[in-house]
């Protein structure tokens, strides 16, 4: 074990997966960032026809260093879906009409130094060139004061950060290319509860998309009535921000294309796994990761069903996206529900 593969656990687990040499699997790093004289790439992943008509998902984690465990969820799945397509004929016809795009470490100077920012200290989930149309709450919302508060934007005028770069190129690419996607970025720390988000952070306005992502959510409700546990709301509800990613490729996609792009965001709420175990709030990286052996494990396995969901769900869309009367009532009972006021 080299002295990276101790410090990077992450990058050792998806260089094995890249050794199986699945021929389901094709693998590009798109960008790298050099940090303590380490060259890391940002890898994209992918499976699955790239014929623009089928329909295109893409799961994204690590896009925040310190918040390892989406990167962690991300490669224990592609674990399994690389095994299954060992002997799963139905998974391997599904990837015949669709495409399935990975990127699990969007960020991967940030998880070397376990940090939430990039390498430079800019917040990349704020580092989108797009401002909030109102108010944000102070420094959390996104500022310009200093790289060395968290929630950092970089300065008026910067580049936008490699690795945000690299990202908007594998969306562009690889899911506005296609009449119907969706995306699903997860994260970890916020809250007691798993949140789903859907645009906007940047506005409490509802998105053009409300009725689809509520149309979404009644489906996976329905389907798995006893997966509860997740609240899947507008990211507004809970804060706006400046830079959102999602929000800015969201819009980029409204005024270019005619198709159907939904991005959502998996907030695994962390303060779940400190409440079951205090003594994580002493460990600054238990804020965002869960400790103990088990409650990883059933981390790693906690958001299957959903990933699982998401990937039929966007193969089925014309089954479940609202038409007519029914996208007008969706669109009334999710006004209803978020945007009362
Ligand atoms: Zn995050």
């Known amino acids: 074990m ?26 590009d790093a798109i960008s790298s960032v050099t940090v303590q004289d380490e060259e890391l790439p940002i890898w994209c992943l992918e499976m699955g026809s790239t014929s623009p008509e089928v329909p295109a998902i893409g799961f994204f984690g690590g896009v925040h260093g310190m918040e390892r465990i989406g990167t962690q969820v991300l490669i224990a799945w592609l674990q399994t879906l690389l095994t299954r397509l060992e002997w799963d004929e139905h998974f391997a016809s599904l990837l015949g009409r669709m495409r399935l795009v990975f990127m699990p470490m969007v960020n991967p100077g940030g998880l070397l130094l376990s940090t939430r920012a990039n390498p430079a200290g800019v917040d990349l989930m704020r580092s989108a060139p797009q401002d909030a149309n109102s108010r944000v709450p102070f420094l959390v919302g996104g500022h310009r004061f200093s790289e060395r508060l968290p929630w950092y934007r970089g300065r008026v005028g910067d580049e936008v950060p490699v690795e945000a770069q ?158 007519g009367e029914l996208r007008k009532r969706y669109r009334h009972e999710a006004l209803v529900r978020w945007y009362r006021s």
């Open 166 to 323: 690299a990202l908007f190129r594998v969306v562009r690419e690889r899911l506005h290319s296609h009449a119907f996607s969706m995306a699903m970025d997860c994260h970890s720390g916020f809250g007691f509860r798993d949140r789903i988000w859907f645009p906007y952070a940047r506005s409490t306005e509802p998105a053009p998309n409300l009725p689809d992502a509520f149309a979404l959510r009644a489906l996976f409700n329905r389907t798995y009535p006893n997966h509860s546990f997740y609240i899947m709301e507008p990211q507004s509800v809970s804060y706006t921000t400046h830079g959102d990613l999602w929000d800015f490729l969201y819009d980029e996609y409204l005024s270019a294309h005619g198709g159907t792009f939904l991005p959502f965001t998996l907030e695994m709420g962390s303060w779940l796994w400190m409440k079951k175990n205090p003594r994580q709030l002493f460990s600054w990286f238990g804020h965002f990761n869960p400790i103990l052996p088990h409650r990883q494990e059933r981390v790693l396995r906690r958001h299957i069903t959903l990933f699982d969901f998401l990937i039929e769900a966007a193969c089925a869309h014309e089954k479940w996206l609202p038409q």
């Open 2 to 27: 080299s002295s990276l593969d101790h410090r990077f656990p992450e990058l050792q687990l998806l260089n094995t997966l890249l050794e199986r040499a699945s021929p389901w699997l094709r693998a």
